[in-house]
T-cell receptor
């Protein structure tokens, strides 16, 4: 099974709402990632979790709060978002991410298309 | 900072035409190289990868890529494209001892039936 699943597929939220995005993989991967992708642009890295610990935060605003409850799950908690945060949010996983080396190919989920109104 | 350049932003071809998409990167050391494809409405999928060994890499759906270290290039090729190859193609690089994958800006490929 080389699948990364994400829920929900679509999410519309107001600027005062609190919502969460969920990501799951059962490939035994120890690294998981959140990316943001705007239309016609490449994915932009937001966070990297390695062995359930936050390893990279690419200066993401605090209105995005990641959480890794266990090695298979990754959440992204959203609060007080802005309309410019509307995008496709992608989760990915890879076999490993050790000592700052991202050597392994990443498997991507289908994404959650987020619209902030 | 590392960077990845994809020369063609938008390519239009007829079915059965040959395809070559350019990709150059800026890092001078050891690299891992990837091509990802994103079909309309679908998620990013790995087409092929190069870590070491034979610089000519074969991937899924008849795609191949050649790593030319002296040119810092990893161009994607397919001898005969199909309408179903219409998609966005991203070249990506991980530099040795770097901590993240760097994506190119993507090439939008449109195949005319």
């Amino acid at each position: 099974d080389t699948e990364v699943t994400q829920t929900p597929k679509h999410l519309v939220m107001g600027m005062t709402n609190k919502k969460s995005l969920k990501c799951e993989q059962h490939m035994g991967h120890r690294a998981m990632y959140w990316y943001k992708q705007k239309a016609k642009k490449p994915p932009e890295l937001m966070f990297v979790y390695s062995y359930e610990k936050l390893s990279i935060n690419e200066s993401v605003p605090s209105r995005f709060s990641p959480e890794c409850p266990n090695s298979s799950l990754l959440n992204l908690h959203l609060h007080a978002l802005q309309p410019e945060d509307s995008a496709l949010y992608l989760c990915a996983s890879s076999q490993d991410w050790t000592s700052g080396r991202a050597s392994y190919e990443q498997y991507f989920g289908p994404g959650t298309r987020l619209t902030v109104t | 900072a590392q960077s990845v350049s994809q020369h063609n932003h938008h390519v239009i071809l007829s079915e059965a035409a040959s395809l070559e998409l350019g990709c150059n990167y800026s890092y001078g050391g050891t690299v891992n190289l990837f091509w990802y494809v994103q079909y309309p409405g679908q998620h990013l999928q790995l087409l092929l990868k190069y870590f070491s060994g034979d610089p000519l890499v074969k991937g899924i759906k008849g795609f191949e890529a050649e790593f030319i270290k002296s040119k810092f290039s990893f161009n994607l090729r397919k001898p005969s494209v199909q309408w179903s190859d219409t998609a966005e193609y991203f070249c990506a690089v991980i530099a040795y001892r770097d901590d993240k994958i760097i994506f190119g800006k993507g090439t939008r490929l449109h195949i005319l039936p």
